[in-house]
Structures are given as structure tokens and as C-alpha cells.
């Protein structure tokens, strides 16, 4: 059965830094792309984030680009998510979610973990 | 980007057809996907490609994607159906990926 399973959020100061991780089991995890998507409350679902298959290419949505950083390890079969200067409007849930392929033009999200929530606040 | 716009909400009474639209110029040009998300839990593919369901979505979840408009019907409206929806594409102008702004279905 495939599962990805998010590490617990947190509450984190404005300015502050996180890294959430995905680890991933039930498909080998080097052949997909993999993608961040987020959730703040009462919202709908923007997308963060995705590293690609082959090259981990990455790329960031505009609203979290050269704060957060992703990044895989596919000797752990892992996904992550470094964020750094967090904002309130970064407050959300956040889904690691399994691509159907490498990133291109038929790309979506077949798997997606159960979200961890993370609070920015002081 | 570009937002793919969609009805806030549709409301359907049981056993009837409900349609959910996702709008943007030329969308029939990008493969469209799609999820269910009900509260309190992670969204849900339930149609891919535009138009196929993956395994263990029911058959009357059904999908198309023509001229500036693509469509979820769900027929045979259960209340187990009532969720959020979003729509998706791959946008190929900055390798972003795009969602709708969701649709609230409230079967009545």
C-alpha cells in the first residue's frame, strides 16, 4: 500500500524556520516527482512546491519562492520541505503529495499524506 | 499564473446529476484532474486525464474538457458525495501547477 507520512508541524514564530518531512513507503519513491501543496484554514488548496524524478529539479509557487527549499532523499525513500523567515500567511496545513510521473504536462497528485498543521504565530 | 475559476458552490438533491465547471481560455489545450475533499481530510483524485477514473473511484464520477470550459458530473448524487472539489492543470508558461478555487457541493 503506498503511504507518505508528514512529521508533526508546529507552532513557530513569525521570522522563524521549520523543516517538515515526508517519508514515503509502498513505491519506489526515486521514480516520481513529489509536490508540496498547502491548505490555510477556511482556504482552498495552493500548490508550494515540487522537486522532479530524474535531476530533483525544483520548483516554488511565487508566494514561497527563496524562502522554502525542497529537497528529497531517495535513499530514505524521503521528501522535505525546509521553510525559512515564516510568515503568518504561511499558517496552514501542508500535504506531501505523490506525482503520477515526472513533472510535466499531464502532472497530478495520485497519493496524498493525511497534512500536518503549522502555525505561524507569536 | 493564471486562476482556473470555479463556482463557489452547487447544490443537488439526492439521486440527481450535479456538474462542477472549471473555467480558463483554451483549457481543453492542458489535461485537467480532479478532487474530492471532504472536511477534515486530505483531497482525493477522483478523475485524471480529463476524463478517467482511477481505481476504485465510482462510475458516476465522470469527466470532460472541452473549448474554455472542463466538468465533473457526478451522477446518482449520494450524500456521501458532499465535499469540496478542485480542479487542476500543469501549466506549462512557469512549470507551476495551477488549482481551481474549489466548489463546495451541498447535496440537499
Known amino acids: 500500500e503506498v503511504q507518505l507520512l508528514e512529521s508533526e508541524g508546529g507552532l513557530v514564530q513569525p521570522g522563524g524556520s521549520l523543516r517538515l518531512s515526508c517519508a514515503a513507503s509502498?513505491?519506489?519513491?526515486?521514480?516520481?516527482?513529489m509536490s508540496w501543496v498547502r491548505q490555510a484554514p477556511g482556504k482552498g488548496l495552493e500548490w508550494v512546491s515540487t522537486v522532479s524524478a530524474g535531476d530533483s529539479s525544483t520548483y516554488y509557487a511565487d508566494s514561497v519562492k527563496g524562502r522554502f527549499t525542497i529537497s528529497r532523499d531517495n535513499s530514505k525513500s524521503t521528501l522535505y520541505l525546509q521553510m525559512n523567515s515564516l510568515r503568518a500567511e504561511d499558517t496552514a496545513v501542508y500535504y506531501c503529495?505523490?506525482?503520477?510521473?515526472?513533472?510535466?504536462?499531464?502532472?497530478?497528485?495520485?497519493?496524498w499524506g493525511q497534512g500536518t498543521t503549522v502555525t505561524v504565530s507569536s | 499564473s493564471y486562476v482556473l475559476t470555479q463556482p463557489p458552490s452547487v447544490s443537488v438533491a439526492p439521486g440527481k446529476t450535479a456538474r462542477i465547471t472549471c473555467g480558463k481560455n483554451n483549457i481543453e489545450s492542458q489535461s485537467v484532474h480532479w478532487y474530492q475533499q471532504k472536511p477534515g481530510q486530505a483531497p482525493v483524485l477522483v478523475i485524471n486525464y480529463d476524463s478517467d477514473r482511477p481505481s476504485g473511484i465510482p462510475e458516476r464520477f465522470s469527466g470532460s474538457n472541452s473549448g474554455n470550459t472542463a466538468t465533473l458530473t457526478i451522477s446518482r448524487v449520494e450524500a456521501g458525495d458532499e465535499a469540496d472539489y478542485y480542479c487542476?492543470?500543469?501549466?506549462?508558461?512557469?512549470?507551476?501547477?495551477?488549482f481551481g478555487g474549489g466548489t463546495k457541493l451541498t447535496v440537499l
Open positions: 503529495a505523490k506525482g503520477n510521473g515526472d513533472y510535466s504536462y499531464y502532472y497530478h497528485m495520485d497519493v
Open positions: 487542476q492543470v500543469w501549466d506549462s508558461g512557469s512549470d507551476h501547477v495551477v
Open positions: 509502498g513505491f519506489t519513491f526515486s521514480h516520481y516527482a
